[in-house]
C-alpha cells in the first residue's frame, strides 16, 4: 500500500491531531453516551445503577417518546417544505438588477443575523394574547381563539413554526441567491432562443442548477427542524399541558418540563434514539434526492 | 453512497417501528427502570456528625478572598439583589462577592447539578423545591455546622422558614428569599360591583360568591384567573391548599421524619379541591390562561379589556415587579397603583397560613475552611435584619428575620401599605404542624409536572378521579426510582 514504510509513518503523524480531535470529541462522548443510555442515574451522572439494555427499547416504545417524535416530524414537515419554497421565492424575485433591489435583499436576508432566541421573543410579543399585536388583527378575521395561537393545543405547534420559518429565511434566502447568481446567463439565453418563457425557464434551467443547493438547504433545514429547541421553549415549554403538543424530541431530552432532565441515563437513552433516527433519515434523503440532483458538468 | 440499496430497509424498519403507534408500551418514558425496595433510612434522626465549618477561619485573612454566588434572580429582583451585595462588597475588605445570573432557578440547577465540580459557585441560591436534591448531592456544607461553629442565634429567623430548608434534622440552607402566594385584585371592580374593596375572599366559598356577585354586575367578565403551570396553580397551589387544609402532601410527616414513599394527593382533599376549581371554570367564574409560558399571563388577566379579570393568585415576589408596570402607566385605564388589592390566599374553610415558597442559600463545601467562612460572612450579612428590612420592602418577598420589620424601611413600607405585610401575616398563622412545613422529596420539580399534566387536564375538563389517579402513580414511580438510586 505504501510505497516506502516512512510514508505510514508520515501518514499516521499527519493524521494524528484530526484523530485525537475526533476522538476527544466525537467518538468518546457518543460512546460514552451510549453506555450510560442503559443506566439510571441522578442530575450529577456520578451516581448510577444499571437498567438494563433494554431501556433503549423501553423508551423507544413509551408513550412520551413516541409523542415527542411525532410531534418532530410534523413540525420539520411544517417547517422545511414551506421554508424552502418562500426562500427560494424570494431570492428569484430578488434576482434582478433593478433600482433599489439591495434594500429588499437587505430585508429579507436580515433574519440571519438574528439568533433563534431574539425571534422567539419577538413572536412571544406578536402572539401575546392580552398585549400582542396579532391577536387583535387575527380576531378581525375571526381566526382567534380566546386562549392564544400558543397556548392551543391545535395551533401552538403552527404558531412555532411560523416562527422558525421566519428566522431560517435568511439563511435560505442568502445561500440560495449565491447560487442563482452563479448560474451562467448563457444558459437563460439560449432558453430564450429557444422560445422558453419565464415559467419554462424556471423549471428548466433555475431549478436543476440549484438543485446542489436545495438538496443542501434542505437537509440543514431539516437537521435545525429536528434539533429546533430554543423556539419551544421560549414560546411553549413543551405545552400547551396536557397534550403536549410543541413536545419536540429535544424537548423531551433537556427541556424545563421535562421528566428525564435529571437523569443522565435515560437523556443519553433519548438522544442516542434522535442520533440514530437523524442519521436513517439523512441517509434516506441523500438516497433519494442525489438521483434528481444536477451537479452540471 | 456506495451503500447498497438492499441494505437501506433496515433504518427503514428501525425508523418504521420507531414511528409506527402499534409498538407503543403505552408507558411513560421513565416508568423502564426497575424499582428497588424504598429506602427507609431515617432523615428525622441527627446526622452522627457535621461537616466542619471554621468560621473564625476568616479572621487571619489579610487580602480578599474573591467568591462567586449564582444565582436565578431577574429584573427588579436582580437589581435589588446586586445592590445589596454591593454594600457587603463595600462594607468589610475581607471579602469580595461576584454575582453571576444564571437567568432562573431551573438554569441556576441544571448549571450547578450538570457542571464540572471544579466550575461550581462557593455560593449558590436554591429555590425551596430543591432542598433534598441538594442534600443528596453530599457536595453541600450544611448551614447548621456554621450556625453551631458561630454561635449564631438561629431564633431570630422565622421559624417556618428555618423548618422548610431543614432536612436530616438540621438547617441544610439559609432561607433568603421567602414567599407565599396572595390574592391580587383589583379594588375598582371590587367597587363597580357593590363590594367593599378593602375585604377580600378568604374561603374557597367566598371566593365563588365573590366571583358570582361581579359577574352580575357586569363590572368584570371573569371572576379570577387561574393557571396551571408546576410553579404556580398547576403544583405550587396544590400543595399549598393542602397545608391550608391540614393535610399531608406526602407520607412520613410530608418526608420530614423520613424519606416520602408515596403522594397523598389523590384524596377526598385533593378530588374536592379540583373539582371545585373545575366547577369555577366550567361556570364561567373563573378563566383559564393555561401553562402561563410568559409567567404573568394570569396577572395580566387583571388588565385584560376584552376579558377583564377581578382576581388572581400569584407569588408576593411578583408585587414588587407589578407595581412597577402599574407605575409605567401602561395599564392607565384599567387599574391605578391605589386600586391594586393584596389578600390572603383563598383556602379551605378560610384557613389562613401557607407554605415558605423562594429560596435559600446554600455554602458549596470545597474543603477550604476559609472559603466557608467567607460564605458565611456574606450570608450572615444578607439575612441580617437591616438587609431583610431593605430586601423586603424593595421587592414584595417576605422578610426571613423577625426583627427586620421593626427597621426602616420595610418598618415604614408595612405602616404605610399593608400590601406588602398580607403574605408575612399569612405565613406568621401557619399552623405548627407537619403539613404546614411543605414536602420534601427529591424529585418534587418532576412531581410538580405530572401534577400540573393533570391540573391541565382538569382544567380542560378532564375526570378529575381519573386524572388525579394517573398523577399518583406517575409521581410514585419518580419517588420510587429516585430513592433506589439516593435511598
Redesign the interface.
Known sequence: MFRRRGDGLIASAMLAPAIAILSIFVVYPLGRAVWLGHLRCDATGRKCRTSGWMQYFDVLRSSDFQHALKVTFVYALLTVPAGLVIGVGLAVLADKQIRGIGFFRTIFSSTVATSVAVASLIWFVLLQPQVGLLPDMLSMFGVMKNPGLLNDAGTALPAIAITSIWANLGFTFIIVTAALQSIPAELFESAMMDGAGGWKRFTNVTIPMLSPTLLFVSVVLVTRAFQAYAEVDLLTKGGPNPERSTETVTYLIYGQTSLVKNDIGLKSTTAVLLFVILLVLSLVQFRSLERRVHYGN | ?N?P?KY?FI??I??A???G?A????????????T?APADSAVGTTLPELAACDTTALDSVTSPIEMTFWHGMNTTLADELVKLTDSYNSSQTKVKIKLVAQGGY?QT??AY??GSESSRPDVVQMPEYMVQ?MV??KTMLPMQSCVNNAKFDLSTIGDKAVTAYSAQGVLQAMPFNLSNPVLFYNKKIFKAAGLDPEVSPKSLEDLKAFSEKIIASGAAKYGISLD?A?DSG?GWYLEQWFAKAGELYTDNDNGRTARSTKVLFNSKTGTELLTYLQELLDSKLAV????N??GQ?QL??L??KK?LTAMTIATTAALGPVMDVIKGGQFKEQISLEDLGIGPMPGPDGTQGALVGGASLWIVDKGDNVKNAAAWDYIKFMVSAQSQSTWAAKTGYLPVNKSAETLDPLKTTYATDSRFKVGFDQLMSSKDAPSSDGPIIG?L??VR??V??????IF?G?DVATALAEAETKANQ?IN?YN???G
Open positions: 453512497m451503500t440499496k437501506l433504518p427503514l428501525i425508523l417501528s420507531a414511528v403507534s409498538c407503543s408500551s403505552g408507558k411513560s418514558v421513565t416508568s423502564g427502570g426497575n428497588a431551573e440547577i441544571d447539578l450538570q436534591s443528596d448531592t396551571s408546576l398547576g383559564s390562561v393555561g401553562d409560558a410568559s399571563d395580566l388577566k388588565v385584560d376579558e424529585p420539580r418532576e409536572t405530572v400540573a399534566q393533570a391540573v391541565a387536564a380542560k378532564a419518580l426510582d433506589a438510586l439516593n
